[in-house]
């Protein structure tokens, strides 16, 4: 994960052994917002169609990176 992505949302890291296997970066802060943003655009049937289909992960990524520059200020 990079700077750019803001990071790990939920890693889960084994305090004894942070190499162990069940130690997970998590998500990206940018996956999860992005995530987010989805769930609240297809709550709307004027949005969720089929046509628009190609368009709503565009749009949710667009919003997750808002929200990253808006918490980088």
């Known amino acids: 994960?990079?700077?750019?992505?803001?990071?790990?949302?939920?890693p889960s890291v084994c305090?004894?052994?942070?190499?162990h296997p069940?130690?997970?970066p998590g998500m990206s802060?940018?996956?999860?917002?992005?995530g987010q943003a989805l769930t609240g655009i297809v709550c709307d049937p004027k949005i969720a169609t089929e046509t628009n289909a190609r368009f709503i992960p565009?749009?949710?990524?667009?919003?997750?990176?808002?929200?990253?520059?808006?918490r980088a200020k």
Request: net charge negative; glycine share 8%.
């Open 22 to 24: 069940a130690s997970m």
């Open 1 to 10: 994960m990079t700077p750019a992505d803001g990071g790990a949302a939920f």
């Open 58 to 70: 565009e749009l949710a990524y667009a919003l997750a990176d808002a929200m990253l520059r808006e």
């Open 29 to 34: 802060l940018r996956d999860w917002f992005a």
């Open 15 to 19: 305090l004894d052994d942070p190499g």
